[in-house]
């Protein structure tokens, strides 16, 4: 259903595109933009909404990692350009959690890094498939 929902949303952003004569490259760039702010935003609040299952948190870094790097490995496309995405994003995963240390309202946790890095790793692997070329074929589709 979710993922139903996301496809419609963007087969919309496309239509839009099209019309409009909207680069759909510069609106995706714009788009993982919202997304590292998100991720920023989510990472510093004073507490995330939570369902309340075991290793929840654990999982909330690995899908935020790994939906970043989906996203930006298809802005970026070759490997060198991923490589350097991968270990950015890795980076500001340890990043983030030494200034969760500073905010004195979030805690530093090594294993949300080890979940970050995770989640760099399964993003790196989905952007890999053909669920990874989904910026290429909507440009395609502007193009015709």
């Known amino acids: 259903m979710k993922l139903n929902v996301t496809l419609r949303a963007l087969l919309f952003i496309q ?3 099209r019309v409009k004569k909207i680069n759909i490259r ?4 714009i788009g993982g933009i919202g997304i590292i702010g ?3 935003t989510l990472s510093l609040i004073p507490s995330v909404p939570t369902v309340g299952f075991r290793y929840e948190d ?4 690995l899908s935020a990692y790994g939906g970043t790097i989906w996203w930006w490995g298809q802005y970026w496309s070759t490997f060198r350009q991923r490589l350097t ?18 905010t004195g309202w979030r805690t530093f946790d090594v294993m949300d890094m080890i979940a ?5 790793l399964l993003g790196w692997l989905v952007v890999t498939t053909p669920v990874g070329t989904l910026l290429s074929r909507m440009t395609e589709l502007q193009r015709k």
């Open 15 to 17: 239509g839009i595109a």
């Open 26 to 29: 510069r609106l995706w760039f």
């Open 38 to 40: 998100l991720l920023w």
């Open 58 to 61: 654990k999982l909330q870094h």
């Open 85 to 102: 995405l991968a270990i950015g994003a890795a980076l500001m995963g340890v990043g983030i959690e030494y200034v969760q240390r500073w």
């Open 116 to 120: 970050n890095g995770f989640g760099v």
